[in-house]
């Protein structure tokens, strides 16, 4: 498949290690952020979302934060595993347009066992 | 139960030429947004189709045109056809009960204009 990774910050964690992704978005006014993850070859694949009337939200392994003061979205996984290895794009729902996305620039995490 | 689908996989044209792509969304899915990814970078948002209409859209010239069907499947047509269209298209369904709307992506289709 393609890469869609190349030219891409990058991100290498060692197995085991947590990660910590960030993300800068664009829009003040947007209320709702999702993070996703794109392997190789595959369109993206929804992570964990969160809207702007919270700061934190966690599911398995995975916690997102987000601080509107500085317009800055956090990606935190635990336990990286080699599976994890992807590109991770963080995207905003503007208001009144939450299915309109608009997606950062994505950074790509090599897991290193 | 399927996913997106989206159809074909990969597609190779010349410039000036014409494409149709196609996808069929997620079971009760009925709204249908239409991406373009460039090698390298994140998605672009396209337009997007609810009832048969377009309803939103990006910054896409008019060449660029869809359709949805009665069944909620979709089409993206992108006419004379230049090498900056080359990139990996990506059909996202969702489900239009309610404001925050996640969107499932299909695995894309690759257009190579040569």
């Known amino acids: 498949g393609e890469s869609v990774g190349l030219h891409l910050p990058t991100l290498s964690v060692q197995e085991g290690d947590n990660s910590i992704i960030n993300c800068a978005y664009s829009?003040?006014?947007?209320?709702?952020f999702i993070w996703y993850k794109q392997e190789s070859g595959k369109g993206p694949q929804f992570i964990i979302d969160?809207?702007?009337?919270?700061d934190k939200r966690q599911g398995q392994r995975v916690t997102v934060l987000l601080n509107k003061t500085v317009k800055h979205l956090s990606l935190q996984i635990a336990a990286t595993q080699p599976g994890d290895s992807a590109v991770y794009f963080c995207?905003?729902?503007?208001?009144?347009?939450?299915?309109?996305?608009?997606f950062g620039t994505g950074t790509l995490l090599a897991v290193q066992p | 139960d399927a996913g997106v689908t989206q159809s074909p996989t990969h597609l190779i044209k010349t410039r000036g030429q014409q494409v149709t792509l196609r996808c069929s969304p997620k079971?009760?899915?009925?709204?249908v947004s239409w991406y373009q990814q460039a090698l390298g970078q994140g998605p672009q948002f396209i337009f997007q189709?609810?009832?048969?209409?377009?309803?939103q859209r990006g910054n896409f010239p008019d060449r660029f045109s869809g359709h949805q069907f009665p069944n909620y499947s979709s089409e993206l047509n992108v006419n004379a056809l230049l090498l900056g269209d080359s990139a990996l298209y990506l059909c996202?369904?969702?489900?239009?009960?309610?404001?925050?709307?996640?969107?499932?992506f299909g695995p894309g289709t690759r257009l190579t204009v040569l």
């Open positions: 996202a369904s969702s489900f239009a009960g309610g404001p925050y709307n996640e969107q499932f």
């Open positions: 829009n003040s006014a947007s209320d709702y």
């Open positions: 969160i809207r702007s009337n919270m």
């Open positions: 995207a905003e729902g503007p208001p009144g347009a939450t299915n309109k996305l608009i």
């Open positions: 079971s009760g899915h009925d709204t």
């Open positions: 189709y609810y009832e048969e209409e377009e309803r």
